[in-house]
């Protein structure tokens, strides 16, 4: 396969990262935590959509909303249940808390929902070019015949429509500019007369949906077991910590960086070492700390 | 009439008192300032009335109504203008999104008052899509002011507004608040700058050590030999 291949696949990845590092990175810098069990909600995400699309006879856009529904559903009562109450007692408390439920969360799961991977059936079709010339270099072709799928075509649609989506909200909705301003100085916020509380939750469902659309996007694309999840958060903690914690923006930048970065590492290194890709996507997020302590966007870190 | 009126307050943040016993008078229309040295709890009355410092007690009326120990959400609903002395503006956001936040207890966005903000402070206006951050400090402080113009608020509380100002900027900066007194909104402001915040005002407040200590026409306090002495430099 070539390197053009293995980047379509990246592009892929990075897009659901994105989805749902936007998600983890808004709950960073508004209400000031690292919630280790988004991935959790990830998983719940794809199960309610599984659970839809093959008990309810409806087109497949029907289980993607639900599942969006149950992940916003599922994040709203999570905080008023366990991260709310402690609110006030720092981002320390709320990381250990969130570690525990995770781990609560994806064993109920297991019990619950059972062992195996499942994935939503979809029709899929595929295009294919097959007429691109390989342009090889030593063992590694750089450009080589490629297919896409619906599938894939799905996924990154998606992703574009959240980008937009988010930046409209963002930028031209009173609770768009509200979250942004609490980001940035909460105290400010109060005096204004900004509902901090009321913002968190608005954060707490928007990400909810963003992990919901994530999850059963996964599971649309590859599959779904009660580890999935688990074995994202680094992905997207890694993605939201590259572009810069707190910044929307860098987390989608963050996203492809990883997504493109696991692609080509399995395409370069031998096969018995592909276990190894997601170490690549470590070592990058490594260099470029070094290298940009605040990440790539950079100043919208709260302020410690 | 008494628009502010705060009696006996003792206040401050979690354990720590700060104020003791403070008695503030700010009647509708005037000019209020409130001078002492470092340390005197000037800061704190300020943030008492918005919500910020803890009440312990005694009492503080706005509009004849009691709004002791409400919240600071609470305190924006009432339209009191506050400017706190730094951190006030959101560096991260655009000078129209920090003026839209300023008007953000009130019904939509009044565009007048956006307006006249924008025409009392020409240089927002020419900088309107940039980051706060980016504006210079003197532009900084005028935002923060503009965000309170924006309640069209009875009283406008200033915390310091020279403070970061380089010199030739503060005259500017007292003009402005004499304007906006002028055109009828209560000012109440602590500031460093004594001497000129006491011949700008009406009445003049002299705090030390989180009590009150003297209290006159901001001339008459000028005037004063032991306040000269004690806290104008001679």
Redesign the interface.
Known sequence: MGLLQEAIFGVVTGSYIAIAAIGFTLIYGIVNMINFAYGEYLTLGAFVGFFTASTLPGPLPVAVVVAMAGGGVVSIALARGFFTPINDTGPVPMLLTSIGLGIAIRNAIRLFGGRSARYIETETSTIRFNAVPDAAVGSIDLLGGFFVTSEHLIVVGSAVAVFLSVHLLLTRTEVGIAMRAMGDDEDLARVRGIDTQLIRDSVWLLAGVLAGLSGVLLAIQTNVSPTTGFSHILQILSAAILGGAGSPYGAIVGAYVIGLALAFSTAVLPSSMTSLSSAVAFAILIVVLLVRPSGIAGTEVRKA | MSLLEVVDLDAGYGDLHVLDGIDIHVDDGGYVTVVGPNGAGKSTVMKSI?G?ATCFGGSIEYQGEDITGL???EV??EQIG?V?QS???????SVE?NL???A??CEGVPETRKRDVYERFPALADRRDEDAGSLSGGQQQMLAMG?ALMLDPDVLLLDEPSAGLAPDLVDEMFDRIDEINETGTTVLMVEQNAKEALRRCDRGYVLANGQNRYEDDGDALLDDEEVRREFLGG
Do not use: D, K
């Open positions: 918005v910020i919240s600071p959400e924006a609903h506050y706190p951190n006030n503006v959101f560096s991260t956001l999104e839209r936040l300023g953000y207890v965000c």
